[in-house]
């Protein structure tokens, strides 16, 4: 029953915005932190951003900082992922995911690493081109 569902995705031009969104059903999505990976094409995954479960930590790698801006309405149960100054490098699917069986759970600790997620969406694609 737990789910999560991405969208917003879609074909921009190089320094132009996307917004996309992470809606949660199924579970209660206050108690956990939320991170944003991405997988471009022949490309390992990786994670993006992430950000706790009361909002007060957010993490983004450094390929994002600056241009990028996570957050979350845990009354919508849902995070966001704003997305400006987008480069030809930034196309990829983009996914939503949460380690609900993780110590850290709540928290952006080791937020890189894959292993832990036990829960993703089916991904929304960015095409970042002119």
């Known amino acids: 029953q737990l789910q999560l569902v991405e969208s917003g995705g879609g074909l921009v031009q190089p320094g132009g915005s996307l917004r996309l969104s992470c809606a949660a059903s199924?579970?209660?999505?206050?108690?956990?932190?939320i991170v944003w990976f991405r997988q471009a094409p022949g490309k390992e995954r990786e994670g993006v951003s992430c950000?706790?479960?009361?909002?007060?930590?957010?993490n983004y790698i450094h390929a994002v900082t600056g241009r990028f801006t996570i957050s979350r309405d845990n009354a919508k149960n849902t995070v966001y992922l704003q997305m400006n100054s987008l480069r030809p490098e930034d196309t990829a699917v983009y996914y939503c995911?949460?380690?609900?069986?993780?110590?850290?759970?709540?928290?952006?600790?080791?937020?890189?690493?894959?292993?832990?997620?036990?829960?993703w969406g089916q991904g929304t694609r960015v095409t970042v081109s002119s």
């Open positions: 199924g579970f209660t999505m206050d108690h956990y932190g």
């Open positions: 950000i706790s479960s009361d909002g007060d930590n957010r």
């Open positions: 995911s949460v380690r609900t069986r993780h110590t850290y759970a709540s928290s952006c600790y080791n937020w890189i690493s894959l292993d832990d997620y036990d829960y």
